[in-house]
C-alpha cells in the first residue's frame, strides 16, 4: 500500500512560479512510476505530468511541456513539480498519483491518490 499526500500550493500571480511536492509512504514508493494531474472547476481531471520509478523517464501534457518540470527524489520519497511561467488557466487543484513501472498519461494506470493541493494563478 502507498500513501501520497500533495503540498506547495498556493495563490501567486500569472508568470510566477511555484513547486509542488508529493511526499510518498510505503515500502515499495519508489518502484512506482509517479504523476501529477489536475482538476479546474467544471472541467474533467487531466494529466499533467509523469516520471518512472528511476526519474528516467519523463512525459508530459503539451499544455506545460516547456514551462513545467517533473522530478523525484528516490531517498527521500518525494516528487516534485516546477511550475514556472504560471498562468491563469494552470488554476487547478493538482493531484499526485502513483502506480505502474513505466509513464503514461491516462488516469487507471495509477492506483493511488491524494488528496489534493490547490493552485490559483491571479492576473
Known amino acids: 500500500q502507498v500513501q501520497v499526500v500533495e503540498s506547495g500550493g498556493g495563490l501567486v500571480q500569472a508568470g510566477d512560479s511555484l513547486r509542488l511536492s508529493c511526499a510518498a509512504s510505503?515500502?515499495?514508493?519508489?518502484?512506482?512510476?509517479m504523476a501529477w494531474f489536475r482538476q479546474a472547476p467544471g472541467e474533467e481531471r487531466e494529466f499533467v505530468a509523469a516520471i518512472g520509478p528511476r526519474g528516467d523517464s519523463t512525459y508530459y501534457a503539451d499544455s506545460v511541456r516547456d514551462r513545467f518540470t517533473i522530478s523525484r527524489d528516490n531517498a527521500k520519497n518525494t516528487m516534485y513539480l516546477q511550475m514556472n511561467s504560471l498562468r491563469p488557466e494552470d488554476t487547478a487543484v493538482y493531484y499526485c498519483?502513483?502506480?505502474?513501472?513505466?509513464?503514461?498519461?491516462?488516469?487507471?494506470?495509477?492506483?493511488?491518490w491524494g488528496q489534493g493541493t490547490q493552485v490559483t494563478v491571479s492576473t
Open positions: 498519483a502513483a502506480g505502474g513501472a513505466g509513464v503514461a498519461g491516462m488516469e487507471s494506470f495509477y492506483d493511488y
Open positions: 510505503g515500502r515499495t514508493a519508489s518502484s512506482y512510476a
